[in-house]
Structure formats: structure tokens, C-alpha cells
């Protein structure tokens, strides 16, 4: 049972200083992947989604999902073509949407976390 939830906003400049709590280790570390993995990663082009070329809708309908119908957390992600939603009367469900192409209209399924 939900018995609600908590959300907080903070102004990052009225926060206290901690950088005297922080040391930095005095050797630096890197972690490597797998290297044929590596050597191609910087090769890569990202190439255009149909979510990319409705840009402006997508951000038109996102503002009224969460300005009129109750979305409060959208997560975008335009190379994919995919969208995450959560809405105020389910705060704990999630809803997923995906596109294959920009003919394809949007399915949307509900995701319990």
C-alpha cells in the first residue's frame, strides 16, 4: 500500500560545503573495457530517429501530458525513439513507449517497478 510519496528540490548554491570531507586518492585510476569494444567507440555516428524529426511535437505533446494530464517525470531518449512516462495517479507504475518508425504510431505499456 502507498502511503505517499516524498519529493525535494534543492538550490545546489544553498547547500553546505563539502569539499573538506572529500580527498582525492593520490593515485588516479582508469578502468578499461574490453578493447575491441574500445577501439571502435569513437568511430560510431549517431545517426537520425524518427523521434529526432518529430522533435518539436515530441516536446509539444510532452508539455501537455505533464501540464494538463497529469505526467510528472518524463524520460526522452531520441536515439532510440523511446519515452518513459510517470503519471501523479500512479506514481509507482511507469509507462514505456516506443516508435520503430515515424509512420508507426506509439504503443505504450504499463511497467510496475
Known amino acids: 500500500m ?3 510519496y516524498l519529493g525535494a ?3 545546489l548554491r544553498e547547500l553546505p560545503a563539502t569539499q573538506a570531507l572529500y580527498q582525492q586518492p593520490g593515485q588516479w ?4 573495457g574490453d578493447p575491441a569494444i574500445r577501439a571502435g567507440l569513437f568511430h560510431q555516428e549517431r545517426t537520425v530517429s524518427p523521434m529526432d ?3 518539436d511535437t515530441v516536446l509539444h505533446v510532452i508539455n501537455e501530458l505533464m501540464t494538463i494530464h ?3 517525470h518524463a524520460k526522452l531518449h531520441f ?3 523511446r519515452a518513459t512516462l510517470w ?3 500512479d506514481p509507482i507504475a511507469s509507462a514505456f513507449m516506443a516508435s520503430t518508425n515515424s ?3 506509439i504503443s505504450a505499456s504499463p511497467i510496475r517497478a
Open 87 to 89: 503519471e501523479m495517479n
Open 9 to 11: 528540490d534543492f538550490d
Open 29 to 32: 585510476l582508469q578502468l578499461k
Open 103 to 105: 509512420a508507426t504510431p
Open 79 to 81: 536515439s532510440s525513439s
Open 70 to 72: 497529469g505526467v510528472f
Open 2 to 4: 502507498l502511503l505517499g
Open 53 to 55: 524529426q518529430q522533435m
